[in-house]
Nanobody, 122 residues
Framework: QVQLVESGGGSVQAGGSLRLSCAASGATVSRTCMGWFRQAPGEERERVATIDADGTTSYADSVKGRLTISQDNAKNTLSLQMNALKPDDTGMYYC????????????????WGQGTQVTVSS
């Protein structure tokens, strides 16, 4: 049974920073394609960042240079460092895991956390 539990969300002003964490159990973060997604009210869920089993990362154009995905193998956690936040970054952020080691645009993410809210005010 794979469980993903996010933490670290909150409310910040534009330009501020937050760090999201995702504690994984039942899956090894370092061996799995994992990602962060977000969904704003009334919008479709958006893939924000992914990381492969070999550490290769990929980002949505809207977050490149501001958000950084990483994995802590010792703690079996996934993180998302968020800097220079903008109001458009507001949304529910979800941690997700696939069953494959490498991420592609067709990767199916089958395990999801409950989400953590990020609110950025102008």
């Amino acid at each position: 049974q794979v469980q993903l539990v996010e933490s670290g969300g909150g409310s910040v002003q534009a330009g501020g920073s937050l760090r999201l964490s995702c504690a994984a159990s039942g899956a090894t973060v370092s061996r799995t394609c994992m990602g962060w997604f977000r969904q704003a009210p009334g919008e479709e869920r958006e893939r924000v960042a992914t990381i492969d089993a070999d550490g290769t990362t990929s980002y949505a154009d809207s977050v490149k240079g501001r958000l950084t995905i990483s994995q802590d193998n010792a703690k079996n956690t996934l993180s998302l460092q968020m800097n220079a936040l903008k109001p458009d970054d507001t949304g529910m952020y979800y941690c997700a895991a696939s069953r494959a080691p490498y991420c592609t645009q067709w990767t199916s993410f089958v395990y999801w956390g409950q989400g953590t809210q990020v609110t950025v005010s102008s």
